[in-house]
């Protein structure tokens, strides 16, 4: 009875929309599509000018850990989520509100911007050092973006696309973290998870991607649930590593969204590379 | 016409233009809209913003397997978007002014304002499936939930919307 009044009002609605002008429609996607061409080449033009060598200069590999020097290097507190840029430099970032919970020191060349995790997108406008308050900005019209999370994860949800936060499956160990993220709705694995060394420590290492079907959604719902930041989306490619920090199990997310340069691609994994965990004992 | 007969097979998949799938779904697509966000304004804008983005993603768009589906995905994601962002301006401004319908509509108004009181995963259910004809397995995919959580989704918005309606009847 009730599914027979919903398809009448359906049938009944249809005859009463107006159809709007579908060229003005065309006209807005067009100029989007040219907007985004621009941008891009000209952020590809200035990444391979400068960027490239920054980078090779300023980090060091994964793969020769005995190489960083921690103690050294100035290190200050990240800002956390408030949007501005970010000088170059080293900063420790908090994945946890438990007092003793490691902390993660990361290294950023010029370029970045302050949110949750440091992140870089089309139009930032780092050469202005008053700018930064400015990037909410071209974060409304971006045509690709990059960022890294070091995050403790407590949930994941349970639904893609969600837009109210409740609905969480809670992680405590290592071991519940890897199978949550091995079975996060809404996307599904490039590879099965593997098992490795990365920031010196044992880690999991996992590639997700969304379902075509929800790609447009993932990275302004509520996926994970973290100890420091609240709820926070996905992207559209998802690199993580589930971390083994002396019992405690942290997350490097590596996010993309969008057509990004693979200059900046470049950029973000040496990022990744640069993350060197601090625990109690470091300090 | 099930949007699946014409779209997703025949031209369409194979790259016909934005043009075409206006002409054979923004309609049926607007209503879907206005059955998942209670508002015929918000649901019209939400689809125009869902073909500006199929026009802008070019061939991207012309590659997806059913059209529709994409815009209505696209159009549902919009729709949640805006709505955490002005959800509490847009409550203020409904219990002002009272969300606007579609003139003409009188004869159907209580199932839309039986809809509208219902939580809104279970109105996109039961929208998904009985405005937009998708099976129990379409709109798992699309919604990227699992098979049960829509039938069990689908279950609860029936019941629900059957006693909304009953309650309307009564009074």
Redesign the interface.
């Known amino acids: 009875?009730?599914?027979s009044?919903?398809?009448?009002?359906?049938e009944?609605?249809?005859l009463?929309?107006d159809?709007?002008d579908?060229e003005a429609?065309?006209r807005?996607?067009?100029d989007?599509?040219a907007r985004?061409r621009t941008t891009t080449a000209a952020v590809a033009l200035l990444v391979a000018i400068g960027g490239t060598v920054a980078v090779q200069e300023r980090f060091q590999r994964a793969d020769e850990p005995d190489k960083v020097d921690t103690p050294g290097r100035p290190v200050v507190p990240y800002p956390g989520n408030q949007m501005h840029d970010l000088a170059a430099g080293t900063y420790e970032l908090t994945p946890s509100s438990v007092r003793g919970d490691p902390t993660a020191l990361i290294t950023l060349p010029t370029g970045w911007n302050s949110w949750e995790g440091p992140n870089r997108f089309d139009g930032h406008q780092s050469d202005d050092p008053t700018a930064g308050r400015y990037n909410d900005v071209p974060l409304a019209s971006l045509t690709w973006y990059v960022g890294v999370l070091v995050v403790k994860v407590l949930g994941i949800s349970e639904?893609?696309?969600l837009?109210t936060p409740g609905h969480y499956r809670f992680v405590e160990t290592y071991a519940e973290s890897v199978a949550a993220f091995s079975d996060l709705?809404?996307y599904r694995m490039v590879a099965a998870p593997r098992e490795e060394m990365a920031f010196g420590r044992r880690a999991t290492h996992l590639v997700l991607r969304?379902?075509?079907?929800?790609d447009?959604?993932v990275h302004?719902?509520g996926v994970f649930l973290t100890s420091a930041n609240g709820d926070i989306g996905g992207e559209e490619h998802l690199e993580l590593w589930v971390v083994d920090v002396d019992g405690v199990p942290l997350t490097v997310m590596k996010g993309a969204t969008g057509e990004v340069p693979p200059e900046i691609l470049a950029e973000q994994s040496a990022v990744v590379d640069s993350i060197v965990f601090r625990t109690h004992q470091d300090n | 016409m099930a949007e699946g007969e014409v779209l997703a097979r025949g031209p369409v998949a194979t790259g016909v233009d934005?043009?075409a799938v206006?002409?054979a779904s923004?309609?049926?697509l607007?209503?879907?809209l206005?059955?998942v966000t209670g508002n015929a304004g918000e649901a019209?804008d939400l689809v125009?913003e869902a073909?500006?983005?199929?026009?802008?993603a070019?061939a991207r768009f012309r590659r997806?397997d059913n059209p529709e589906?994409?815009l209505r995905?696209?159009a549902i994601?919009?729709h949640?978007?805006r709505?955490?962002k002005m959800r509490n301006f847009a409550r203020i401004k409904d219990r002002i002014t009272g969300p606007p319908d579609?003139?003409?509509?009188e004869?159907?108004w209580?199932?839309?304002d039986?809809?509208r009181r219902l939580p809104?995963n279970l109105r996109v259910v039961?929208v998904l499936h009985?405005?937009a004809d998708r099976q129990v397995h379409q709109i798992a995919?699309?919604?990227?939930?699992a098979e049960g959580?829509v039938k069990s989704r689908l279950s609860r918005g029936?019941d629900a919307?059957?006693a909304e309606?009953g309650q309307e009847e009564r009074s």
Request: aromatic share 10%.
């Open positions: 009875m009730s599914e009044r919903l398809r009448a009002f359906a009944r609605a249809e009463l929309v159809l709007p579908v429609l065309e807005r996607g067009s989007v599509r985004r639904d893609a696309c837009t709705p809404g969304p379902r075509d079907v929800v447009t959604c302004e719902a | 934005v043009a206006f002409a923004y309609r049926r607007v209503v879907q206005y059955g019209e125009q073909f500006v983005r199929a026009y802008a070019g997806v589906a994409w995905v696209t994601n919009l949640r978007t709505w955490r579609l003139p003409g509509l004869e159907h209580e199932v839309v039986a809809l809104e039961l009985y405005l995919e699309e919604l990227g939930v959580t029936r919307l059957a309606l």
